[in-house]
């Protein structure tokens, strides 16, 4: 039972350069998120999909895009990387067929690094 | 003010005791309460949630909430060194999709 699955998990990008970061998830939760986690400064949300077909910003999703391809994936686009885009990205999932406010499984986390 | 905080800490206790984590927040429609944990290098990973006012236990862990005073704590009992991480807080605000995370409290279990 794998959870919640990113792709890659390191990555070093320079800058200008383009990248999709993946994750899929097999317990069959509505809701997908993205992540990023600086030093001293927590989890920051930078997109969510509450459902397979939507999707929305966080506090800090200039920069990047987004697609749920299906219910199990959602990925994160940067189409043009920046410096101050290095950083941890964790993807997570939470089951909110009945009430929105679950708790949220996370993934291992992508380790991205802008040159 | 920041919507969700912690102190950064660390918090140093000597095995077997109690280690008290605070988390302190700013939307008083908050509605949900949840307390991650993250060693260093991996993912967060739930501890608890609470959605009322009061206590709750689970094992050597208890989370209290006090919405009057927008104060959520956990508790760890017995605390070990294996219970040395990062614990994060996290408020779901009214009870929408958007959880915002505090910056977490290092916690250090002195064998």
């Known amino acids: 039972n794998a959870g919640v699955t990113q792709t890659p998990k390191f990555q070093v990008l320079k800058t200008g350069q383009s990248m999709t970061l993946q994750c899929a998830q097999d317990?069959?939760?509505?809701?997908m998120y993205w992540y990023r986690q600086d030093p001293g400064m927590g989890l920051r949300l930078i997109y969510y999909s509450a459902s397979e077909g939507t999707t929305d910003k966080g506090e800090v999703p200039n920069g990047y895009n987004v697609s749920r391809l299906n219910k199990r994936e959602f990925s994160l686009r940067l189409e043009s990387a920046a410096p101050s885009q290095t950083s941890v990205y964790f993807c997570?999932?939470?089951?909110?067929?009945?009430?929105?406010?679950?708790?949220?499984?996370f993934g291992d986390g992508t380790r991205l690094s802008i040159l | 003010q920041k919507e969700v905080e912690q102190n950064s800490g660390p918090l140093s206790v000597p095995e077997g005791a109690i280690a008290s984590l605070n988390c302190t927040y700013s939307d008083r429609g908050s509605q949900s309460f949840f307390w991650y944990r993250q060693y260093s290098g991996k993912s967060p990973e739930l501890i608890m949630f609470?959605?009322?006012?009061g206590d709750k236990e689970d094992g050597r862990f208890t989370a209290q909430l006090n919405k009057a005073s927008q104060y959520v704590s956990l508790l760890i009992r017995d605390s070990q060194p294996s219970d040395s991480a990062t614990y994060l807080c996290?408020?779901?605000?009214?009870?929408?999709?958007?959880?915002?995370f505090g910056a977490g409290t290092r916690l250090f279990v002195k064998a």
């Open positions: 997570a999932s939470s089951d909110t067929a009945v009430i929105s406010n679950q708790p949220q499984h």
């Open positions: 609470i959605y009322s006012n």
């Open positions: 317990m069959n939760h509505n809701s």
């Open positions: 996290a408020v779901n605000k009214g009870g929408g999709f958007k959880t915002i």
